[in-house]
């Protein structure tokens, strides 16, 4: 097949290796290369990212710059506390997208329209994230303002490991993840729009140098929200189609294990949009659970069997989250 792929983020670039050695491929990239950048947070899980990397014959070790211990917590007036990491790291994000492609015919600062590629190309996949340029508009989006920093520091960082602050109602959550010696990835979501102020508010108390400013929003709304996921030559893979846990924010692995499912059907779109359905399904559970919270409609009667799904789902995942998953601290962040 002749398939082009549009968008060279973690999934376009992830589904360029998988899919070179067995079709013509070909990548585009709306981005110059030189300002072509890896703009969300770079925390993942050690153990799953080597696994799917080595499908690319990739080691994901050599990109790891910080292996997390604990991440602690700042819920609302709470006391602070902690949960145990194991396997949570961040890493060099950029480079691993760049040895995804190389040797690969990728073209940057190249915008297409769908007409032209429709002519040329086999299948056309769309792996333009939140801009979902090349399918229809969603009928329920939901999305998430992000404002982000990378900052170096001259005189000792913030905090050893990661550092999360949950807002209010769960309307987002402020982060600080740890690049190694004296740098670290620090940001902020919010449903509320307060997550520009938060992010100005952590630089002004503890300085740095910013080296990167990035404002985006990230789609929360899940896979069964975000139908079709197919027309015509065109197919949405990674979080063009929802592939984002609502409840972290966390899209990188999820959109590695769609690309996944799409190799495996490829040229095969029911099945495909099947197979996703069934893998993401309890990321709606998660959504409703979530956007409860934000309306202030939540009942913790009402949503337990809910939440104990949602428990059940990352407590037996709990190597795939990289952290220690315990139903009091899913309680504090329900109760919050």
Known sequence: MKIAIMGMGVAGSYLVSRLKNDHEVVGFERMEEIKHDSICAWGSIKSTMIDLCKKSGIDFEKYIVHNGKTMYVDMNNQKRFQIGLHGLCTYEKLSLIKDFIKDS????GVSKKLEELESEFDVI?????????????LEQD????????KIEYENGVPF?????????HMSGYFWYFPMGKNLAHVGAGDYNKQHVEETKKFFKKYGG?????VGRPIRLATPNLCKPFYKGKVVGVGESIGTVYPLLGEGIIPSMICADIFVKNL???EKYEKEVDEYFKIYGKVFNFIRSKLHNKFSILRMMPDLLSIFRYMKKNEER?????NMRDLLKVAKA
């Not at 939901?142 to 920093?149: A, I, K, N, V």
Request: proline share 9%.
């Open 105 to 108: 015919e990728v073209h940057f």
């Open 267 to 269: 040229g095969n779109n």
């Open 321 to 325: 989250f990289g952290m220690e998953i």
């Open 142 to 149: 939901f999305c998430l303002p992000t404002y982000e920093y």
């Open 209 to 213: 140098k910013v080296t990167k400013t």
């Open 160 to 168: 050893d490991d990661f550092y999360i602050k949950p807002f209010p």
């Open 125 to 137: 996949v769309d792996c333009t994230g939140f801009h979902r340029i090349y399918l229809p508009k």
